[in-house]
């Protein structure tokens, strides 16, 4: 299983971005998808969440600007990001609850794509 995150990038503040999580390899479905971030010189934090049926959670640092889905294929993540700030820079990556058969659900984690918001 690999997670392929995508869509990063260099932005001026109040811009938008959409990142995208892909994930493939022998895999039944994706339970939930969740992002998180890393700025520099800090620790990866949470920062959104969808639940296989569709609930969503945010950390009060991008509630109201970011929004995380799932795609029609179902083994897609996004996350769509408004009004981007300069403390957004960070690298930004994605984890997925995956089923395989016959197997419990694993975690998954991406690679991380870079964000950087310039003022």
């Known amino acids: 299983v690999q997670l392929q995150a995508s869509g990063g990038g260099l932005v001026q503040a109040g811009e938008s971005l959409r990142l995208s999580c892909a994930a493939s390899?022998?895999?039944?479905?994706?339970?939930?998808w969740a992002w998180y971030r890393q700025g520099p010189g800090q620790q990866r934090l949470w920062i959104a969440s969808?639940?296989?049926?569709?609930?969503?959670n945010y950390a009060d640092s991008v509630e109201g600007r970011f929004t995380i889905s799932r795609g029609n294929a179902k083994n897609t993540g996004y996350l769509q990001m408004n009004d981007l700030k300069p403390d957004d820079t960070a690298v930004y990556y994605c984890?997925?609850?995956?089923?395989?058969?016959?197997?419990?659900?694993?975690?998954?984690w991406g690679q991380g794509t870079l964000v950087t918001v310039s003022s």
């Open positions: 984890k997925a609850m995956v089923v395989r058969l016959g197997r419990p659900a694993v975690y998954y």
């Open positions: 969808i639940t296989s049926g569709g609930a969503t």
């Open positions: 390899g022998s895999i039944l479905h994706v339970n939930g």
